[in-house]
């Protein structure tokens, strides 16, 4: 069974990939995050008139995985409607939790090798210090970064069911993890409402939590990492009951789409 789920996840990644070549795949995945990367860390350097770019490095290697795992896994049921597999996800009696995390594994895998490589190049250009940081602990953050990401991605393709607009709320969930996780500045900066809604989105307690790893910040290590993997399990919970109404609503009445 878990073989099972496993070939269904490749399956799943090589039907999204397969219209790439390898180098169209690493512009798209791997390129063009590390030059949006540089480009805030140049901005942040010119700006704070600062040569110690840590903070930034951090926040924008995370942010790195948005092109997976929001506009990725995002526009999961566009395409499976644009390739009429759409009928046979819904119709069908398969366990759609099932569904919901095997769309997820190999995202959330290139988003983690996204973000070590948004570390190296941090390292080497700006001269970030990772040798203090314990590897077993950021890779851990990393990991469950990348699992709260990728529910995320997972909850706003069920709105593909929902809303034609997709576009529009995948760009804006973008910006919205720019502005509210503390990538580009401190969640602390933010009014009220704006650290409300930093703490039910991912990668804010992963950013701070490597901030710790460094030294730059101060707060509980383990605690922040459990609050991330309980946002994690929220969203791929929250993905799979809204997937469930949707399917719901669908069948009842009778169309593949609710707008």
Known sequence: MIRRFF???????????????????????????????????????YCFQTTNLTHWVIGNAFLMCTNTCIFGLGSIFNGERYNGRLRSIIASPCNKLALILANGVFPALFAAISV????????????????GVNPALMALTILCAMLAA??????????????????LILNCMSYVLMIFTGAEFPVSQLPLPGQWISQILPLTRSIKAMNILLGNASGDYLSLILCELFTAACYFLSAWALLRLAEQACRKNGTFDLF
């Open 7 to 45: 070939e269904q996840a490749w399956l799943y990644h090589k039907g999204r990939a397969a219209a790439f070549k390898l180098s169209e795949f690493l512009c798209f995945d791997a390129g063009y995050p590390v030059i949006t990367l540089i480009f805030y860390c140049l901005l942040a350097s």
């Open 116 to 131: 070590i490589g948004g570390f190296l190049v941090g390292a080497l250009i700006f001269h970030v210090d990772f040798s």
């Open 150 to 167: 990728t529910g995320l991605g997972l909850l706003l393709a069920v709105f593909g069911l929902i809303s034609d607009s997709m576009h």
